[in-house]
């Protein structure tokens, strides 16, 4: 008994330790600068997008090494301004690249705003605290915890008393340089995205944007700025920092980028950067009128679906304009039962639906997977097309990782209709993004940039590099066809899958967290 008071007792005191988060509202609102007119890349793009009828023009980033190169080309041509929003930047070798180079551009004149979700944010070694200090660099977090580096105890415990709120993050991912030119889609910053890591290698893709589109990425980008959950570093960090500091970790990213530029990986990287990354080199465009969609910030603060403040309605309207085919590409497939339903009446209406998605051997979030077992088989039966990404996929790029890989994971999220329109962004076919995180995109009217998708998406979904899912029509189980060395194989449970993530699987499958996933 004595026990279980000291228990309460001791709830009660970390309870009262961990206060909620204050409003953020003594921040100054900023707003994007209008777009540049006086940079070659300004130049070079109005006269493109004036020929082509006030479209927006978009490039297509499939290769790793060249979606982070063209971010730092990017950022080696600003003049004004650079925005960038990710969920991810993390505090690795592509992370540090990337922030030198933003030190750099900020050294002239340059203002950078980083918005940056708070759930993955690592800065044990105070790297983003000192060049907040750089006068042209402001870093805020988003939605973050009361405390910048809490005990795992404090963290927990925050964790308990506000779940409803930690749990709505933002997932949005965009890179906006002079308001002239937007690299969008589902990257985030770190090497696991840009084929720099030794563990999982995620295939992903990016499109880089010109025209129309871009003041509207600016735009959105301003409201999730300065938006109630948006708080600036230096008033959450806790660290006395000096310009000394700043100036120790000049020497620290300088040091970094000079055992980047020696590395394999840098140098197939720049082998592989095409003419055109940038918006000042001349080059192909795929040309279209283009709409940016984002999630408006206030959806982490309802605790009811609001269709309004979300995107939704519009991929919803998108699939349901196809007449012939919908080519869907993401990483976790939750549908849920209304969501499965209206995608087999799809099918059964006579449209070709095809989704590609993780197998369990190459998924990272096995959690998602459970999720999405449930409504395989039901989807399948129904007409819909279903092919899991192969761990070790032929389609994977050149090895230029510092390490080897242990397997491919898909981490694309896009959608393809008719061969004409395109939606390509951060949003996943599941719950969680649906209805907690905070999501944006691209929807695109461009047959040339569908076309390109469409080619990634066929590449994927060869019998060699993914598994097609099917019904065995004597026992009515699931089966997974594929190439194996060049021979046809098929497989009576989930291929490659060890023991352990099986049983993982099984477990989770036992939670009711579905509306978490």
């Excluded at 995180?437 to 979904?461: Q, Y």
Aim: glycine share 6%; aromatic share 6%; hydrophobic share 40%.
């Amino acid at each position: 008994m004595r026990a279980v008071g000291w228990m309460v007792l001791l709830s009660v005191a970390l309870l009262q330790a961990c206060s909620t988060l204050p409003p953020s509202t003594d921040k100054v609102a900023t707003h994007h600068l209008a777009p540049a007119k006086d940079t070659p890349a300004a130049q070079y793009a109005h006269a493109e997008v004036n020929a082509h009828g006030q479209q927006s023009g978009f490039r297509l980033l499939t290769l790793s090494t060249n979606a982070l190169l063209s971010r730092v080309a990017l950022a080696d041509h600003a003049k004004h301004s650079i925005d960038l929003q990710y969920y991810i930047f993390a505090n690795d070798m592509t992370g540090h690249l990337l922030m030198q180079h933003l030190l750099a551009a900020a050294d002239r004149g340059v203002r950078v705003r980083m918005l940056i979700d708070d759930n993955n944010f690592d800065d044990k070694n105070h790297l983003f605290e000192a060049i907040n200090l750089h006068p042209n660099i402001e870093v805020r977090l988003f939605n973050p915890l009361e405390t910048r580096n809490p005990s795992l105890l404090s963290r927990a415990t925050q964790f308990m008393i506000e779940w409803q709120r930690l749990n709505r993050r933002m997932h949005n991912k965009s890179f906006i340089v002079d308001n002239e030119v937007a690299v969008i889609g589902g990257r985030n910053i770190g090497d696991p995205y840009f084929d720099a890591g030794s563990d999982t290698h995620f295939r992903d893709l990016d499109v880089v944007a010109i025209g129309p589109v871009v003041p509207q990425a600016s735009a959105a980008f301003d409201a999730y700025w300065n938006c109630d959950a948006a708080y600036p570093l230096n008033k959450l960090a806790k660290t006395d920092m000096s310009n000394e500091r700043l100036a120790n970790v000049r020497e620290t990213l300088k040091k970094d980028a000079r055992v980047f530029a020696q590395s394999d990986y840098a140098q197939a990287a720049l082998d592989e950067l095409p003419q055109g990354p940038t918006a000042d080199k001349r080059g192909e465009w795929f040309w279209g009128n283009a709409t940016l969609v984002a999630d408006q910030p206030e959806k982490i603060d309802t605790s009811r679906d609001v269709p309004a403040l979300r995107i939704g309605p519009d991929i919803k309207a998108m699939l349901d304009g196809a007449q012939h085919e919908i080519l869907a590409t993401t990483p976790y497939f939750v549908p849920g039962e209304e969501g499965s339903q209206h995608l087999v009446s799809l099918a059964q209406s006579g449209l070709s639906i095809k989704i590609l998605t993780n197998s369990l051997a190459s998924t990272d979030e096995p959690a998602a997977h459970a999720g999405y077992v449930h409504y395989r088989k039901a989807l399948v039966e129904g007409g819909v097309q279903l092919y899991e990404l192969k761990p070790q996929s032929g389609q994977s790029q050149q090895s230029t990782a510092l390490g080897k890989s242990s397997g491919i994971s898909l981490h694309a999220k896009t959608i393809v209709v008719d061969e004409r329109e395109v939606f390509i962004g951060s949003l996943n076919m599941d719950q969680r993004s649906k209805l907690l995180n905070t999501e944006m995109g691209v929807i695109v009217d461009s047959p040339g940039l569908a076309h390109a998708i469409s080619d990634f998406f066929a590449t994927a979904t060869e019998s060699s590099n993914a598994y097609k899912v099917a019904v065995d029509p004597r026992s009515h189980h699931l089966s997974w066809s594929a190439q194996e060395g060049g021979k046809p194989v098929t497989y009576q449970r989930e291929p490659d899958a060890t023991m352990k993530r099986r049983m993982e699987v099984s477990l989770l499958r036992l939670l009711p967290i579905e509306s978490l996933l």
